[in-house]
């Protein structure tokens, strides 16, 4: 047997060697810092942190702070990130159609081999990209037809009556209010509806004062994850040196923080839970049609319909298990907590504006025979007024500040209108080299008031109920959605209600939303509780109320009365 010779390795080479890694990891930290690209001309506010860039625009208050540099320095700003890297928030119309319909090959979910959501989701269609997202989203896109909703709406109708229920068995019989934490109630509430028709299975009998681990382990994973604003920029780094996400969580389990472990604990019980899920789902499959009858759902649910769509894909289109399993956890969770906090947006807003609740309460009790009819699919979703407060919250309010994509070439962004650059020169295209981040400000596009008027800031159901400025139609916004960003827009518009998902399922988001509604309106009136500090909205993943700037607990108390 040959014995390998020993290398002999000078002094020098290794010094040149290590100077060397050295010289590199210094070029990849301080590039941004040390290249200029006619981007620079771009205004926006100076950073604060050499190392970390606009930090002043993050925390908890983040939806506030962008508000007024979108205000301040119009629709296309630049910002600096981590290690100074070049960040545009955008909500000019032209620029924002390119990033999401016309350029979104060259505009991607970032360039790092693994991201925050696929590790602590798994692979799916929120967070793969290329041919993967195109093969998932060609399953999953005719599962969210209005046809397959109709079908659904009794189970939404259900869902709302056991709350209803619940809620009513709460509420004093006198005619006096109780205060009750009505984000807490929207949570298990959508988790429930999301569960039967989403999955076939049942979470919340909603006969206790809270819903399973499951159910508590979503309703924290966004606001625990925001204490670790690190956590994304840390998985991305990490990725390109372990590319697979499973590592990538052990890695994490390494670090001694608390927020980080208690991610990835959520992360591990909604991984079980979706597997059990999943598992019962196949074997109703494959004991027929009768199995599948006595299921919650009725094999009606969205799981079993694409369980069977997979089972009936080619070797090439279909989904691996690991793929399913993340399809779960990404539904559920993307689907409860922006549909939850929507709906506690409304409720918030109605008792503010008691006007506005007692004409919508009208509508809903005329239509429904003083709340004793259940309505169709068609019926519900055509009442105007309770259209109207939908739209006119998701406007002013969009659950999800803003969506990013990062450029995997150099490309041109167009303007709709020219903006000045801070050398006085007008800029009308923006060029956007490798690399650099763009964010789709959805929020400020809601509330641009060159489209919208000057009443923008208002909430207003009432600018529904008439023709919308001619020039907002103009401006041929990409939303899929009443001129809104709301859902974004292009291929991957929104599922459920967050965007950067695969299909039109926003309309599963909203008739959850015009069930509730029809349901507690015709039961209940909402106030403000004045006996609690004053509610408090908070940026993170998605926007969340809670009560008082001190707290970091989700929740909104409201004074419910029975009817």
């Known amino acids: 047997m040959t014995r390998a010779l020993p290398v002999d390795i000078s002094p020098q080479t290794l010094v040149v060697t290590a100077l060397s890694a050295v010289a590199y990891l210094l070029w990849r930290v301080f590039y941004n810092y040390l290249v200029r690209y006619s981007l620079d001309n771009v205004p926006g506010p100076p950073p604060t942190s050499f190392l970390r860039g606009n930090t002043e625009l993050g925390g908890r208050y983040r939806w506030k702070r962008l508000a007024a540099v979108a205000s301040t320095y119009g629709p296309v700003t630049l910002l600096r990130g981590i290690f100074g890297r070049r960040i545009i928030l955008i909500h000019d119309p032209r620029a924002l159609h390119s990033m999401l319909i016309k350029d979104q090959e060259a505009l991607q979910k970032g360039l790092a081999p693994s991201n925050m959501f696929t590790t602590l989701l798994g692979p799916g269609v929120l967070s793969t990209r290329a041919a993967q997202h195109r093969r998932q989203r060609k399953l999953l896109n005719p599962i969210f037809s209005v046809a397959h909703l109709r079908n659904m709406t009794h189970i939404f109708w259900g869902v709302a009556h ?303 109920l008439k023709p919308l400025p001619a020039v907002l139609e103009e401006a041929r916004l990409p939303g899929v959605y009443a001129n809104l960003m709301t859902f974004s827009g292009g291929v991957r518009s929104c599922m459920v209600l967050t965007p950067g998902f695969a299909c039109s399922g926003f309309k599963f988001s909203q008739l959850e939303m015009k069930v509730v509604l029809a349901v507690f309106l015709t039961t209940f009136s909402f106030e403000l509780s004045e006996a609690h500090e004053p509610v408090v909205w908070n940026s993170s993943v998605v926007i969340y109320p809670t009560m008082g700037e001190k707290s970091r607990k989700p929740e909104l108390l409201l004074k419910v009365k029975a009817l």
């Open 162 to 464: 056991k709350v209803q229920a619940a809620i009513k068995s709460r509420v004093p019989t006198d005619g006096s209010a109780t205060v009750l934490d009505m984000n807490g109630w929207n949570g298990r509430l959508t988790l429930e509806m999301l569960g039967q028709a989403g999955l076939g299975y049942s979470f919340d009998n909603f006969s206790d004062d809270a819903s399973d681990k499951y159910g508590e382990s979503l309703k924290l994973l966004f606001p625990v994850a925001s204490r670790v604003p690190l956590l994304p920029f840390a998985i991305d780094r990490v990725s390109h040196i372990f590319p697979n996400h499973h590592t990538i969580r052990r890695v994490l389990r390494l670090i001694p923080h608390r927020a980080i472990q208690q991610v990835l604990d959520i992360s591990e019980t909604m991984f079980q839970r979706s597997k059990e899920i999943v598992e019962e789902r196949k074997e109703a499959l494959r004991n027929g049609d009768a199995a599948m009858l006595a299921q919650v759902g009725e094999g009606k649910d969205i799981m079993s319909i694409c369980l069977k769509a997979n089972m009936a894909a080619t070797d090439e289109e279909k989904m691996s298990d690991e793929e399913i399993l993340a399809q779960t956890s990404t539904f559920i969770l993307a689907g409860m907590d922006t549909t939850s906090n929507a709906l506690s947006r409304i409720l918030h807003q109605l008792a503010i504006h008691q006007d506005v609740q007692r004409k919508l309460r009208a509508e809903l009790m005329e239509a429904t025979d003083g709340g004793t009819t259940d309505l169709h699919h068609d019926d519900l979703v055509k009442l105007p007024y309770l259209d109207a407060v939908c739209r006119e919250t998701l406007r002013l309010a969009s659950p999800v500040l803003f969506i990013s994509r990062t450029a995997n070439k150099e490309l041109v962004l167009p303007l709709s209108e020219p903006v000045r650059g801070r050398n006085g020169a007008l800029m009308h295209e923006i060029i956007v080299p490798r690399g650099v981040v763009v964010h789709a400000h959805l929020q400020a596009s809601n509330s641009n008031k060159a489209l919208w008027g000057e009443d923008v800031d208002e909430w207003k159901p009432e600018r529904w």
